[in-house]
Structure formats: C-alpha cells, structure tokens
C-alpha cells in the first residue's frame, strides 16, 4: 500500500523525488514529495517565495504611482497563482488521503472476513467431532447389545 511520505523541504530529498524544481521566477526551489502509490509515482509539492523579494516588491519606489501598482498588481498575480497552486495540491493530497482511508478499511474489512470464516470452518470441524462422537457411541451401543441378542437367541 502506499503513503504519504512528507519531508521538509529545506533538506535534500531522497533520489526517488529527484531534484529540486525552478519555480514560476526561475529560482530553485526544494520540494515536499508525497509517495502517492505502490509504484511509488510522487506527488511534488513546490515552494512558493511569497516574501516582499519573491513577489518582486522589494525595490518598489513608493513615490512613483505607476511603478508601485504596476508592481503591485504583478505580486497580486504571483500571490493568487500561489494560492491557486496550493489549493490544487491540497485537493490531491485530501484525494490521496482519502484513497488511503478507504484502502485501509478495505484491508480491515478483508482481514475481519478472513478471521469469520476461520471461525465458520472451525465451527464446522468441531460440529463434524461433534457428529462422529455421538456416532461412535452409538456405535459401541448397538455392539453392546450384540451379545445380549445372540443370548435371546439360545434362551427362546
């Protein structure tokens, strides 16, 4: 079964992740990997630089108007990508997880019938002792008699 492998993304990720990705301004960015299935396919997650320098709002001239919305709007655009980025990979990593939940109620639904007919077929073997004690006794019964018959016999 897979899962969900989270690591920081400040530290170097495994080579099943492979390398680190360019974001959207073309700086390298360290991702977060999720083992998303048994062929161990991942899901990356990419950081996004929403600090006043990534979003390119660091040598704004607040005198210059035009300057300043036309910065503005850019770090705007760059905030609601962003955003829009990570609400994709959030509803991916609720998808995984609630792929995950279900595989694991499926295991236990499995593992619980295997345990039922466990106890149906050992149910079933002490029934059959069961059956073949009483024949045995009533086996013995009847040889028991045996004698006492052929006695009748030479008495009448």
């Given at each position: 079964?897979?899962?969900?492998?989270?690591?920081?993304?400040?530290?170097?990720?495994?080579?099943v992740?492979?390398?680190?990705?360019?974001?959207?301004?073309?700086?390298?960015?360290?991702?977060?990997?999720?083992?998303?299935?048994?062929?161990?396919?991942?899901?990356?997650?990419?950081?996004?630089?929403?600090?006043?320098?990534?979003?390119?709002?660091?040598?704004?001239?607040?005198?210059?108007?035009?300057?300043?919305?036309?910065?503005?709007?850019?770090?705007?655009?760059?905030?609601?990508?962003?955003?829009?980025?990570?609400?994709?990979?959030?509803?991916?990593?609720?998808?995984l997880?609630?792929?995950?939940?279900?595989?694991?109620?499926?295991?236990?639904?499995?593992?619980?019938?295997?345990?039922?007919?466990?106890?149906?077929?050992?149910?079933?073997?002490?029934?059959?002792?069961?059956?073949?004690?009483?024949?045995?006794?009533?086996?013995?019964?009847?040889?028991?008699?045996?004698?006492?018959?052929?006695?009748?016999?030479?008495?009448s």
């Amino acid at each position: 079964m897979g899962g969900l492998v989270l690591q920081d993304g400040t530290a170097p990720l495994p080579t099943v992740y492979g390398p680190s990705v360019m974001n959207w301004a073309g700086q390298v960015q360290p991702d977060i990997g999720f083992i998303s299935t048994p062929e161990l396919e991942t899901l990356r997650i990419s950081t996004r630089n929403m600090t006043a320098a990534g979003l390119g709002l660091a040598g704004v001239n607040w005198n210059e108007p035009d300057d300043l919305m036309l910065k503005v709007e850019a770090a705007l655009t760059l905030a609601v990508s962003a955003a829009s980025y990570f609400g994709v990979q959030q509803a991916n990593i609720d998808r995984l997880l609630n792929h995950a939940v279900k595989h694991q109620d499926a295991l236990e639904m499995g593992l619980g019938n295997l345990v039922d007919a466990d106890m149906a077929k050992e149910s079933a073997k002490l029934q059959a002792a069961q059956i073949r004690q009483q024949l045995a006794v009533q086996t013995l019964s009847i040889a028991n008699n045996q004698p006492q018959w052929l006695l009748n016999l030479f008495k009448s």
